[in-house]
């Protein structure tokens, strides 16, 4: 992983995955919430992913979620410049 940011109270890194594996659960469900009930306010191009509480989304698309959909704040931005670091 390759730090390119650093915020007031987190940092951010970014990594390329290939045939990523993940664990079949959540260590707890507060960890993350259920995908599939805001799956309506994401692009169609969306899939869940393999881990509970994340998707896989292309990055072209990330101006078609939902305005609605809360997020991190920054999140759209840092991933902005994740790809760009990339």
């Excluded at 390759?2 to 970014?14: I, L, P, Q, R, T």
């Excluded at 390329?16 to 664990?23: A, H, I, K, M, Y």
Aim: overall charge positive; some cysteine; glycine content about 6%.
């Amino acid at each position: 992983p390759c730090k390119f940011a650093e915020g007031e109270k987190c940092d951010w890194y970014v990594i390329v995955l290939r045939s990523p594996t993940f664990e079949a659960k959540a260590k707890s469900r507060s960890e993350c919430g259920d995908m599939k009930s805001v799956a309506s306010l994401l692009p169609s191009s969306m899939q869940l992913a393999d881990c509970y509480g994340h998707v896989w989304l292309p990055t072209s698309d990330l101006r078609n979620i939902d305005p609605k959909l809360p997020l991190m704040g920054g999140l759209l931005k840092r991933i902005g410049e994740a790809v760009n670091f990339l």
